[in-house]
T-cell receptor
Framework: GAGVSQSPRYKVAKRGQDVALRCDPI?????LFWYQQALGQGPEFLTY????????KSGLPSDRFFAERPEGSVSTLKIQRTQQEDSAVYLC???????????????FGEGSRLTVL | QKEVEQDPGPLSVPEGAIVSLNCTYSNSAFQYFMWYRQYSRKGPELLMYTYSSGNKEDGRFTAQVDKSSKYISLFIRDSQPSDSATYLC????????????FGTGTQLKVEL
């Protein structure tokens, strides 16, 4: 596809349920990021992959959050035993690596809006 | 205190006005400075990108970075209703790849 694709766009979960959010990045982009955007806030970094390697997961808020990108393309963000404070929009972004000749622009998907009841 | 501070607005201006959006930051390591625009229920999209200090102009948009004051600005000239969106500043350190730290975003409405 032409852009970053995320699914589902909307997810309602009962507290305690597990959810899985999918991201299909732009073809050829080696870098993939997950961000969490709470209502009225800016995106906050969760984790970063370069190809299949998860190079930074410092932003994951707890061990209930897990991300993978096994073949270096599609990524899944999994949240176990969801809590109300997990309600947010989860944004995926992909990019080419930052070099002296390119900006490493992040291309964002439209996000997956998670509501935990 | 957050690393990046941004007035959340909302900011309402008449069509044709000049808009000034600002962010302050505390991390001296930030070297790359960006402005993203986010329409309702959409992902952010890159609007302006600046490396280190200085000005950059692109059409109706001008980005300014003052590293000595840890202050960045985005100016929009001749604002249009289609500019109504949330504007997010973002920044990253040298060697930090493109792992970005965002401001909270300023909601802008341009009225006819």
């Amino acid at each position: 596809g032409a852009g970053v694709s995320q699914s589902p766009r909307y997810k309602v979960a009962k507290r305690g349920q597990d959810v899985a959010l999918r991201c299909d990045p732009i073809s050829g982009h080696v870098s993939l990021f997950w961000y969490q955007q709470a209502l009225g806030q800016g995106p906050e970094f969760l984790t970063y992959f370069q190809n299949e390697a998860q190079l930074d997961k410092s932003g994951l808020p707890s061990d209930r959050f897990f991300a993978e990108r096994p073949e270096g393309s599609v990524s899944t963000l999994k949240i176990q035993r969801t809590q109300q404070e997990d309600s947010a929009v989860y944004l995926c972004a992909s990019s080419e690596p930052l070099t002296p000749t390119n900006t490493g622009e992040l291309f964002f998907g439209e996000g997956s809006r998670l509501t935990v009841l | 205190q957050k690393e990046v501070e941004q007035d959340p607005g909302p900011l309402s201006v008449p069509e044709g006005a000049i808009v000034s959006l600002n962010c302050t930051y505390s991390n001296s390591a930030f070297q790359y400075f960006m402005w993203y625009r986010q329409y309702s229920r959409k992902g952010p999209e890159l609007l302006m990108y600046t490396y280190s200090s200085g000005n950059k102009e692109d059409g109706r948009f001008t980005a300014q970075v003052d590293k000595s004051s840890k202050y960045i600005s985005l100016f929009i000239r001749d604002s249009q209703p289609s500019d109504s969106a949330t504007y997010l500043c973002a920044m990253s350190p040298a060697g930090g790849g493109n792992k970005l730290t965002f401001g909270t975003g300023t909601q802008l409405k341009v009225e006819l």
